[in-house]
């Protein structure tokens, strides 16, 4: 066995959604240097998690991989609810349509997870800066305390055993920086004593993929069914695919409710399936995959060690996968620490921006375990209340679509109340993600969403809602936060401001605005995808991007927004001092301690 | 050298767009031998053709690739006019939104010629069943005319040369079917001695690929310049590149007007342009690609020899590039003789469909020259015109957008005066393709337009505009359609019959109409694609599409829609016997013939 050394600035153990979001964030970023690993071979290739959100879908915008993940997907429109008829059948009670207005958008769509997988891998491998390791995994991870706070130091040492090419090798990493997300059964999170608080319910559950052969009517929507038999949810995929979740131990099923996990077959669940689904036909053609778990809802009790090894995904949640939540708060985990990870290591902040990884995902994790008990419970109950139906639904609002979620104030995300400002935008507040708005380049005319264009970059970025710059009044203010705009972007090169003008499009001229706002670069000339207008466009309607935020067209904002799309703070145009304060203190470690000596 | 000896059903020679057009039209299908040899070494890395027009999203909509290719592409919103300003410089005089109302999507994207056949090249080996031979190229070609007729012999023998690996290798392939794709300069259409007819114009134009430096305003947008010193027309493209056509003999352009091609530098280029958007800055930052071309209106005087040789694209017609049609007439070119092709092999139809291929695209050929010639005047008139340039634009549609042309009855198409049927669609007519609706899934609600949903499997369809069918008279008029199409299916059973009913998708149950409707498949069960409604999308609006096709709710109509889009016949939805009458025009040769012996 030969004896390999690495140093990277950022290992990631584990290339399932998590590891791979991650990763995605650290795109483009030259001088980091990222390494992936996983224990499997390759992507996955059936099964596991298949419900992608809006905001999921958003995240993978921002990595320029959303469309084609789209094009592959099945939509969901539909979510319908069966109970029992009183005969010994089922009958149709509710059908909701999938849809929250606010999004403009479909909330939600399926696909196998090893397909999402493959697009997210793939993007690495294109934009070329992050390397994966398949059949490689950690056998001992150590941390130096005493480097802890050293800003040149890799005090994690991880040693891994490499099966690739069959042949057994055995590698020291040295890191500065570990992301665990290697799933339930974490082996970062028992290595390092981190246990998980909660429990495994009693319920034992069959999942599994297959193509059914069915003349129960909704086969192709979301559906809940609840006969006096148990609980089936079906989930349309793609293709002619369906994800069905059956409950093992309803009152009276066919198979005995006495059966625990490792004793249950495929013919079981099929069984469990065909007598709830009665008096419909239930048979299946191919089943892709299929297994039997039960669920355990229990959050960990640290998301990190020391702020050096951060803990995501299933690592430190595991909770029922039918709020089809697992994968998605997994990547918004990873999505929260990867930026981070790769502001504090280009920009050289402080760690004490790292801290708010912890601060915010693990109150997420635990809403969402709350959030599963209740709705575990709803499934529980053979007589399925309607009304207790569509709250849960809504609530599930809530993590699906992020729009209601709010970090509390932070290194990040500064105090609505400490920001002095009055209300400029009366539906975004700091802490919450904006809406994925449709806006229109001003140059071009081609209309686009904002987290299409929030290309991840690692980047904080300026939001000038400038109001109708064709009037000399707001023209004039939006230059006079141009002059400031200039002595700012000389210091904060890196950081793109991008105007959103209400302004009709044909009414403003690109070239008539200061070049702060659309910059010169000597290699390829201007930016012409800096300003963009709330207008309509010719193929795509209008985006309403003022309505949706709450601004005022007269009054207008600044909004600083995170790499992840979060607001870290809004204020009038005039209230640049706001900005000032907010990067000062994100300033540099004093560069007078850098030096290129590497301390191991 | 080897001499390799190879049996193929079809030959493409070429492929560049129209080859893998063709090519494409065999994805799927089972027996078929189909083959593509080109005598690159891969598909082109620079330049070329760059322009889609929105048909030609559609035809790659049937063949998957649509959206993966609208992903990559810049879209255009508008073309700009300028002219001279008096003073030795040019002003904006119009700016005409890119928009045809009646597409309701955009009319135009573009993109390097390399991604589109890196798409398309890259499905063939998806699919499986057409292999393509790089650096292989054609040195002999014969048809034996003993044997044109025989429907089981290869009446073609190519003889290629390949240079794979570096090894020169002779292959002789004897094919039932060849289709050349092999450009302008065309080998086959040399060796066939078919005269190209028509002219080279005196005009020598300068096409560029580059990421100019600028403050011209409009130069994200498609702009004609015509300054005093001779015009530019640019497009912008994906990324931050713009193609450039530059005429190389205005007035008193800096480079002199006796420059012909060979002549011509890249600097040369760049100073014409620089000197027609003066007073404007003009540098270039990367060149991509450039060259130099004197313009051709030619059109082959055949597109067939002995309707087993068949040439497409810019083999049988070249004309200007600057109206965007170039790649795609070719790509409907490759398009229409695919279907008949693989309909005709697959089918054994009678080989007379085959004469419609040069009967319907020569026209169009001859048309485009004609439009070309006008639009070309046009650009080298120093005054250009905007009402002229305006008409000359809108003719341009009818070709861009498919709506404007109109096969000729024959054998595929039926006359409208012939089917007695009055008009049932007052907006379609046989030989004309349908526009592009959306339409919602009856299982799913999930919207998808017609091209998504018609992939191309080399069959015609039936589309059954049955009206709301919540009424009990047209649901009962459904049904017995159905009657009929039950019968019809058992003898036609590779023909999809599609519902577009026109009542509200939460009225009608997919499982309440008849089996015919959405037939079984002991496999997978019930097809779950089959029905669709024009009614609310939850998330994308309303299609439309009866009023688009022009068919009332109530009366509703039958479409016989060819593999390619185009109507074939429209009758009442009792004209049963017109389906019946034209299938049978249609009726495979005389299976009597058919032996397993193949005749070389």
Redesign the interface.
């Known amino acids: 066995m030969s004896n390999i050394v690495d140093k990277v600035d950022v290992l990631i153990i584990g290339a399932g959604p998590a590891g791979l979001t991650a990763a995605n964030c650290f795109n483009g970023s030259n001088g980091l240097r990222v390494r992936v690993i996983d224990k499997k071979s390759s992507t996955v290739q059936t099964g596991k998690a298949d419900g992608l959100k809006s905001i999921s879908l958003e995240v993978l915008d921002t990595f320029g991989i959303g469309?084609?993940v789209r094009?592959e997907s099945?939509?969901v429109?539909?979510v319908v609810l069966w109970e029992p008829n009183g005969q010994g059948g089922v009958a149709r009670s509710m059908?909701i349509?999938?849809?929250v207005p606010e999004l403009?958008?479909?909330r939600e769509m399926t696909l196998d997870q090893g397909r999402i997988e493959h697009h997210m891998a793939t993007n690495l491998i294109r934009k070329g800066n992050v390397q994966i390791s398949w059949e490689t995994q950690p056998v001992d991870l150590q941390i130096n305390h005493q480097l802890i706070e050293d800003p040149l130091a890799y005090p994690v040492t991880v040693v891994v055993r490499s099966m690739a090419n069959g042949n057994a090798c055995i590698e020291t990493i040295h890191a500065r920086y570990v992301v665990a997300c290697d799933g339930a059964r974490s082996w970062t999170r028992k290595h390092l004593n981190i246990p998980l608080t909660g429990d495994l319910t009693d319920s034992t559950w069959g999942v599994m993929d297959a193509?059914?052969?069915?003349?129960f009517?909704d086969?192709?929507?979301v559906c809940v069914v609840h006969s006096a038999k148990g609980t089936v949810m079906a989930v349309?995929r793609e293709k002619?695919m369906v994800r069905f979740y059956i409950a093992m131990d309803g009152p009276d099923l066919d198979v005995t409710a006495a059966l625990n996990e490792s004793a249950l077959t495929v013919d079981h669940v099929v069984d469990a399936a065909r007598s709830i689904f009665h008096p419909y036909t239930f048979?299946v053609?191919?089943v892709i995959w299929w297994s039997a778990y039960q669920v355990g809802q229990r959050v960990a009790d640290e998301f990190s060690k020391e702020d050096r090894v951060f803990l995501a995904g299933d690592a430190v949640h595991t909770h029922s996968p039918k709020a089809g939540q697992g994968m998605n708060t997994s990547i918004q985990d990873a999505y929260n620490i990867g930026w981070k990870l790769r502001f504090h290591l280009e920009q050289r902040c402080s760690r004490s921006l790292l801290t708010s990884y912890e601060q915010e995902r693990r109150p997420i994790a635990q809403q969402l375990i709350n959030f599963d008990r209740e709705y575990l419970e709803l499934f529980a109950n053979p007589n399925l209340e309607f009304e207790g139906f569509l709250a849960a639904y809504k609530t599930a609002m809530k993590f699906t679509t992020g729009i209601g979620i709010q970090y509390d104030p932070s290194l990040i995300v500064e105090s609505p109340v400490l920001g002095k400002t009055g209300i400029v935008a009366t539906a975004l507040s700091p802490g919450m993600r904006l809406p994925d708005f449709q806006m229109v380049?001003q140059?071009?005319?081609?209309p686009t969403t904002l987290y299409h264009r929030l290309l991840m970059n690692g980047q904080f970025r300026i939001l000038i809602f400038a109001g109708d710059i064709s009037k000399q009044q707001l023209f004039r203010r939006y230059l006079k936060f141009g002059e400031w705009l200039t002595r700012f972007s000389h210091k904060n090169e890196k950081i793109e401001a991008i105007t959103i003008h209400s302004a009709e499009r044909?009414s403003i001229?690109?070239?008539d605005l200061p070049e702060v706002f659309r910059p010169w670069n000597d290699?390829?000339?201007?930016d012409?995808w800096r300003v963009y207008t709330d207008d309509e466009?010719?193929?795509d309607g209008h985006g309403k991007a003022y309505q949706r935020c709450g601004i005022d067209a007269d009054t207008g904002c600044l909004v600083l927004i995170r790499p992840d799309g979060y607001a870290s703070l809004i204020c009038k145009m005039e209230e640049t001092i706001q900005i000032t304060n907010f990067f000062e203190g994100l300033r540099p470690i004093d560069s007078g301690v850098i030096t290129h000596t590497a301390r191991l």
Chains 1, 2 share one sequence.
């Open positions: 469309d084609a094009n099945q939509r429109e539909e059908t349509p999938d849809r403009r958008k479909p193509v059914p052969k069915t003349n009517p086969i192709r929507k349309p002619k048979e053609g191919e380049n140059a071009d005319g081609v044909t001229e690109l070239m290699e390829d000339g201007w012409y466009s010719y193929h």
